[in-house]
Structure formats: structure tokens, C-alpha cells
């Protein structure tokens, strides 16, 4: 075996007859290098109509795109995170519409 040649970790056997594409490895790396630089322009024309980062420069903001992970789309009645959880992300909002509660905690003294 050609040790710079990569090689299947496991095999795959259909259940049923199967209708598939099939594409070099190379030119999937390609394809996906592709939708990484338009994902990454994206993001920055997001974050450049953020009012709170207009005195963020051009070049500042592009440097940052790496830091952003693409979120999902979020289902009707999903929580973005529910109170009492760590504090570890900051979320910006693209589109939707949220609902914020908070409970109050009682405690007798």
C-alpha cells in the first residue's frame, strides 16, 4: 500500500440497492476550499452590517472571520441556551425571532 495514498478505516456494504455519486478526493478538497472562501465572505458582510462593529476595520473584521463558527438553523421551540447554563459564547443573531424569559428564584430566609 502507497503510504501517502489515504486509506478506508472501515468497510461500507449497501442494504439495498444504492444510486451514488462519486468524486476524487482531491476535487472534493477543492469543492470544499470553495465553499470555505464563500462561507468566509459571508460571515464578513455580516459582521460589517453589525452597527456594533462599524469602527471595526475591513481588514480587522476579515482577520476575525475564522473565529465565528456557522451556527444552524434553529427549529421553532429550540433553546438557544436556557437560563443557568455557562456563559461561553456570545451569539449574534442573523434572522428569527427569540423569545428571552427569565425565572425568578425565591429562597425563604
Known amino acids: 500500500m502507497d503510504?501517502?495514498?489515504p486509506y478506508r478505516r472501515l468497510a461500507v456494504r449497501t442494504l439495498k440497492n444504492c444510486?451514488?455519486?462519486v468524486v476524487d478526493h482531491f476535487a472534493w478538497q477543492a469543492l470544499l476550499r470553495v465553499y470555505d472562501i464563500r462561507r468566509k465572505q459571508d460571515v464578513l458582510n455580516?459582521?460589517?452590517s453589525i452597527i456594533l462593529l462599524e469602527n471595526?476595520?475591513?481588514t480587522a473584521l476579515k482577520k476575525s472571520v475564522d473565529?465565528?463558527?456557522h451556527g444552524?438553523?434553529?427549529v421553532r421551540g429550540?433553546?438557544?441556551y436556557k437560563q443557568g447554563a455557562p456563559a461561553n459564547y456570545v451569539?449574534?443573531?442573523k434572522s428569527g425571532e427569540f423569545l428571552v424569559t427569565k425565572r425568578r428564584v425565591v429562597i425563604d430566609v
Open 67 to 69: 473565529l465565528f463558527t
Open 91 to 93: 451569539y449574534i443573531i
Open 46 to 48: 455580516f459582521l460589517r
Open 19 to 21: 444510486h451514488l455519486l
Open 78 to 80: 429550540s433553546h438557544l
Open 72 to 74: 444552524s438553523c434553529l
Open 56 to 58: 471595526f476595520t475591513y
Open 3 to 5: 503510504e501517502d495514498q
